[in-house]
Structure formats: structure tokens, C-alpha cells
């Protein structure tokens, strides 16, 4: 059965600027669960990494709330947040020199306190993590030698390691081929299920999202439609974002297409 993660009240979302509170969205109200695989969507300046952000804490809301665990996220302190939400940026990390091993172990840093020292049981978490990725063959590689899809599995098992019940990622298949998205969905979807953890995340490529997805929240002009890919295909929300001059939206198939017919992998961008 799905726990409740995080729930959205009545939520705006913005900037503040010299001339005024500027919102992007608002009165948005959605759930997360636990052991599933959500995923943003909507078109370029509509608001996603905006609410990506608001999400993890690293800007304030405008109005409204976030809950966390039936809790207000402001009646956490940083530390205790650091505990609860991991984040997946897609920015490359500026670091050099540093292995795949001692970047999964900066994950336990919320828990090993101001000397950053590893215990034995956070290496055995740091393992752990490695393992369910599947990267031990990398732990020994410095971190600027990987691709960017070498690097996504690394960040994802720092995630892990953290040991938070929810991960955010912005854009995790970005850069990759597409192969390589294929494999990163699937990676997700997978570490949803057996972790159950709540895994939420913006994505460009829409073939994929509606293969892979639990539920799509899709960010458009009149507000936040939520529901299986299946649903919002058959209430006409998908088509409506999808479809435009050249592109049409085959909702039995949960395909995009070109006009004439025949199938294509487009991400819709």
C-alpha cells in the first residue's frame, strides 16, 4: 500500500524581486508517494525547475505549504531536511581528484558529523549504495574521468547513501544517448520499487516518461494536471501539451508521431 510522502496545500511558487512577488505557479495542490516513480513535465519557462526548487527547499514558496511526513517543511531544521530529501542535480560536480567511492561517502555527510569521519557502518552503507547501482567496477575511478552517464549513477548512489526517503533529480537523462536514458529510467523505476522510496523528477524526454512514469504531473497554462500517463492521455491533457504543427499524439499507443504517420522518438522540447 502507498504512504504519503509529501503533499502540496494551496502552493505558490515564484520569485521575489524588487518590483513584486513574480509567480509562476499557484493554488497548486498534489501528492508524492512512496515506491513510486513521478515525473515533471511541461513546456521550457513553464515553471518546472521552479517548482523543482521549492521542492527541495532551496528557494521559498510565495504562499501555501509543503508537507513532509504530515509535517510543514518549515518546522524542520536544515539538517534534519538533509536527512529526509537527496538531490540529483543535473550540473556537473566541480570537483577533482576525488574517487567514485569517496564522492558516494560525501552522501553520509548529514550523519557523520563536523569531522566527516566514516564509521564502519556508513561504509558499509557506502557499499551498499555502490552495489545497488551497480558501479563497483568505477569506485577506484577520480570522478572527472567518468561520462555523464557514469556520473548520474554516481550522484544517484550518493543519493542512496544519504539514506533520505525522498530523492529529487533534475533532468537525470540529460546528456546521455538514448540508450543510456533507457537504462537511467529503468535504473529509477527500479530503486523506487525496491527501496520505496518516493523518486520525483523533471524530464524533457517524453517517449520514455510515458513508457516508464507512475504518475505525470504536468505543468501547463491552467494549472497542474496529475494522473498515469494512461489518464492524462485519456482525458485529452497529453494531447493538448504534445500535440502541435508536424507532431500528433496517438493516445492508444501513448506515442508521439509525425503528421504523416510514422512513428518517431521525439522528445518534445
Not at 105 to 131: C, H, K, N
Not at 183 to 200: A, G, N, P, V
Not at 209 to 230: F, K, V
Request: charged share 25%; aromatic share 6%; with cysteine.
Amino acid at each position: 500500500m502507498k504512504k504519503e510522502t509529501v503533499r502540496l496545500e494551496k502552493l505558490s511558487i515564484g520569485y521575489k524581486s524588487k518590483g513584486g512577488p513574480k509567480t509562476v505557479g499557484k493554488n497548486i495542490n498534489a501528492t508524492l508517494y512512496s515506491g513510486e516513480l513521478t515525473c515533471l513535465i511541461g513546456a521550457n519557462g513553464i515553471g518546472k525547475s521552479t517548482l523543482l526548487r521549492t521542492l527541495c527547499a532551496f528557494q521559498p514558496r510565495l504562499a501555501g505549504d509543503i508537507f513532509i511526513g504530515g509535517k510543514s517543511i518549515d518546522r524542520y531544521t536544515d539538517l534534519q531536511l538533509a536527512r529526509m530529501i537527496g538531490v540529483v542535480l543535473t550540473t556537473k560536480p566541480h570537483v577533482q581528484n576525488m574517487t567514485v567511492r569517496e564522492m558516494v561517502g560525501m552522501g553520509r555527510s548529514p550523519y557523520t558529523g563536523f569531522w566527516g569521519r566514516l564509521s564502519e557502518r556508513d561504509r558499509q552503507i557506502v557499499d551498499e549504495s555502490i552495489a545497488m547501482i551497480g558501479i563497483g567496477k568505477l569506485e577506484s575511478r577520480m570522478i572527472q574521468t567518468l561520462s555523464d552517464g557514469e556520473r548520474q549513477k554516481v550522484m544517484i548512489a550518493k543519493a542512496l547513501a544519504q539514506q533520505t526517503s525522498i530523492i529529487y533529480l533534475d533532468e537525470p537523462t540529460a546528456f546521455l544517448d538514448y540508450p543510456s536514458k533507457v537504462e537511467m529510467m529503468q535504473l529509477l523505476h527500479r530503486l523506487s520499487r525496491e527501496t520505496q522510496k518516493t523518486i520525483f523528477l523533471s524530464n524533457h524526454d517524453l517517449d520514455l516518461t510515458l513508457q516508464i512514469a507512475d504518475t505525470i504531473w504536468l505543468m501547463a497554462a491552467d494549472g497542474l494536471h496529475i494522473g498515469t500517463p494512461r489518464e492524462l492521455a485519456a482525458d485529452g491533457s497529453l494531447t493538448g501539451f504534445i500535440e502541435q504543427k508536424g507532431i500528433c499524439f496517438d493516445r492508444d499507443e501513448l506515442r508521439i508521431k509525425i503528421a504523416t504517420g510514422a512513428s518517431s522518438s521525439l522528445s518534445h522540447r
